[in-house]
């Protein structure tokens, strides 16, 4: 009896995970980072949208990534920080904006840490509309990236960025950003 149970649980399948919600994470980042004109209405706008505005542990890998634009940005960074689930993952937003000189630059970026892999070229040109204008590494790369310039959400911004970095790759223990960004750009005048 013992011996037909232990066959049985050898034969059943083990469950197979759900599937990455690219489609989601491509529409939640979209919803968020389009429009980045105001960065008051864009604050507002997340919020409608059901994301929650925190403070990230200065250890965390959201933290860690603050803190290093805040260093390596004369004159400072500002921002704020967000958290949501979707699909039953936590995913992060960060709004930044910098001066320098006669610009202002913008950014508003998505992280989903625990992702499993960057998003399949043939979902993501579709969503953009166009091939990627760059990309580098690839599969078993340290860091895999696509981009879109000018941006892919909104012809204002400056770019669009998809990067992933594997949680095994050398560069996640330099670089407190293992799993999948998501980034757009926009830099205008300063008044």
């Known amino acids: 009896m013992i011996a037909a149970l232990l066959l049985l649980q050898a034969a059943t399948p083990a469950e197979t995970p759900p599937a990455y919600p690219t489609n989601e994470v491509l529409v939640a980042f979209a919803n968020a980072c389009s429009d980045l004109s105001d960065m008051n209405a864009v604050s507002t706008r997340v919020a409608s949208q059901g994301w929650e505005q925190f403070a990230p542990a200065a250890d965390s890998q959201l933290g860690a990534l603050v803190s290093i634009g805040q260093q390596n940005v004369a004159g400072g960074v500002a921002g704020l920080q967000y958290r949501g689930t979707l699909a039953g993952r936590t995913l ?6 910098a001066q320098d000189g006669n610009s202002i630059a913008r950014g508003c970026r998505l992280y989903d840490f625990t992702a499993p892999a960057m998003p399949d070229l043939a979902t993501l040109v579709p969503w953009a509309g166009r091939q990627p204008s760059a990309q ?5 790369a340290a860091a895999h990236s696509y981009s879109w310039s000018p941006s892919a959400l909104a012809e204002a911004q400056n770019e669009t960025v998809i990067t992933f970095i594997p949680a095994d790759s050398p560069l996640a223990a330099t670089v407190p950003a293992s799993g999948l960004a998501l980034v757009a750009t926009q830099t205008v005048p300063r008044n």
């Open 92 to 97: 992060y937003l960060a709004l930044s904006e």
């Open 136 to 140: 580098s590494g690839g599969v078993g």
